[in-house]
């Protein structure tokens, strides 16, 4: 079950030549598909031989295949990791009930809700990286922007999957408008605000890879543990490819504060943008401000709908099985809330504080990040110098329970006068975005790096990294 059979139209392991009714469908909404990937997909390079990876097998060892193929020709299909033996619900009130491998009918539209909000966040990326092959920094970092903007179509494939094969004649209109939502526009925007932010440069789309895919991993973590087995089953194939998306985010501008750090030990007065680097306060405010953007998309803090979703047996924790009781009745979680202007700790239900719980893991995770950064600053001998900070999950929110207050990076609550006194220091200013935007000029020639970024430190599938990743002629 586990290999992908490519004799198909639709390269898929859900043998769907035994549902032609389905099969149909999704027939009929490839042409689609491909019509958006033209319009919307990567700017440029249509044409050209990238060399991508491609799913072969669900399983855990040896699962890609490496080689040269034209966007447009990549095979997207329907990956599923392998059906559990009698797998039961993990948690909430269903909890060691077996698993559903049909919609319930009563968490039909939530289920739909959830799964729409997903995939809803595929397409969007891509738009959002459409034209960054313009500016690429190099070849090899060329081939990971398409490597990502193709395994973001492959994930609205497995979402669009669920759609057409469970939800009837609503799903294949949820499908349809999936492709007619645009990241950004104003009149049909994407659901989740980071999916309609601009991203028109490789800091950007580095600080994007590393939260905004990370949320996506978080997301898909709970979306994991689903009692909706084909969901669960789609999520835990997906986190395969998404690690990749997060290993590009972060050795990228891992590289960014290499070079900085360089540039820095380089120019007489440390002034890294004399010598056209990225200087690290600037690369500090597009931290703060992609990690704040990436803490909304996981919900406010206490939330009925994320109590719901756990109570159904939708959407569990992260790493359920880690947990002893898998009910979360009769427990509370401590959260500091603003009351007259103050910060106080109070008790929330634990069932309505699931998001909080997961933005917690996710917050661990980024600092796991980050700290890893810092250590290519102490390498470069400027420990003392520098240092990137995540700044406080209070910080910059537009969505919970924070996003009527002003706080510092610390989270201290401050007035709307001192925010607008200090906000320029901490979030990216344009000039900031003007200055980022001037380094941003293409490098396709084997081997070679943008100034403005250090090189890999090995290439992609053991090849070396002068390797014409990108035969851009
Ligand atoms: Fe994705
Ligand atoms: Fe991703």
Same mark, same amino acid.
């Given at each position: ?8 139209? !639709? ?88 698993? #559903? ?13 959830? !799964?729409? /909000? ?19 920094? %190099? ?33 294949? @209109? ?20 980071? +999916? ?11 600080? +994007? /890879? ?36 997060? +290993?590009?985010?972060? /050795? ?29 306060? /600037? &690369? ?5 401000? #992609?990690? %704040? ?9 206490? *939330?009925? $709908? ?15 099985? *880690? ?31 699931? $998001? ?29 110098? +520098? ?50 935007? %001037? ?11 943008? $100034? #403005? !970024? ?5 290439? &992609? @599938?053991?090849?070396? %990294? ?8």
């Amino acid at each position: 079950m586990a290999s992908i059979d490519y004799s198909q139209r !639709i390269p898929n392991n859900v043998d769907l030549s035994s549902n032609r009714r389905l099969q149909r469908a999704l027939e009929k909404w490839q042409p689609r598909f491909l019509d958006w990937w033209q319009e919307m997909g990567p700017e440029g390079f249509q044409a050209k031989d990238v060399y991508l990876r491609t799913a072969i097998n669900t399983d855990k060892g040896g699962w890609a295949h490496f080689d040269y193929v034209r966007m447009p020709d990549y095979r997207w299909g329907i990956f599923l990791n392998d059906r559990e033996q009698d797998r039961t619900v993990g948690f909430g009130d269903h909890a060691g009930e077996p698993v #559903w491998q049909e919609v319930p009918g009563e968490y039909r539209n939530m289920l739909r809700r959830v !799964i729409v /909000t997903q995939a809803d966040t595929e397409p969007a990326s891509v738009e959002q990286q459409r034209y960054l092959g313009a500016t690429a920094p %190099s070849l090899y970092d060329l081939r990971n922007l398409f490597q990502v903007n193709v395994e973001e179509g492959r994930h609205l494939w497995a979402m669009v999957y669920l759609l057409h094969g469970y939800f009837g004649r609503d799903g294949r @209109n949820e499908a349809d408008e999936l492709l007619d939502r645009r990241a950004g526009n104003e009149d049909k925007p994407r659901i989740l605000d980071a +999916f309609n932010q601009r991203c028109p440069d490789w800091l950007t789309f580095f600080c +994007f /890879t590393t939260f905004t895919d990370r949320d996506g991993k978080y997301q898909l973590g709970a979306l994991a543990e689903s009692g909706f087995d084909p969901l669960a089953r789609t999520c835990r194939f997906m986190l395969t490819e998404e690690a990749h998306h997060l +290993f590009v985010g972060e /050795t990228g501008i891992g590289r960014i504060i290499q070079r900085s750090c360089d540039l820095y030990k380089e120019d007489p007065n440390g002034d890294v943008r004399a010598q056209g680097g990225i200087d690290m306060a /600037t &690369i500090q405010r597009f931290v703060n401000y #992609w990690y %704040s953007y990436s803490l909304d998309l996981f919900g406010s803090e206490v *939330s009925s $709908n994320a109590a719901d979703f756990f109570a159904s047996g939708l959407k569990g924790r992260w790493k359920e099985e *880690s947990y002893d009781d898998h009910s979360a009745l009769n427990q509370v979680h401590r959260l500091a809330v603003m009351r007259e202007g103050r910060l106080v700790d109070e008790e929330v239900p634990l069932r309505n504080a699931m $998001n909080e719980l997961l933005r917690g893991e996710y917050r661990k995770d980024c600092e796991k990040v980050v700290s890893r950064w810092n250590r290519v600053i102490r390498k470069a001998g400027l420990a003392d110098t +520098f240092e990137i900070k995540l700044p406080s999950t209070r910080f910059h929110r537009r969505q919970g329970v924070y996003a009527d207050a002003h706080f510092d990076l610390d989270g201290n609550p401050i007035s709307e006068a001192e925010w607008n006194e200090q906000a320029p220091g901490w979030l990216p200013s344009e000039a900031d975005r003007d200055y980022v935007a %001037s380094l941003m000029s293409p490098v396709y020639e084997p081997g070679k790096m943008a $100034n #403005w !970024i250090a090189a890999p430190r090995r290439g &992609i @599938n053991g090849m070396p %990294s002068d390797y014409v990743y990108v035969r851009t002629h």
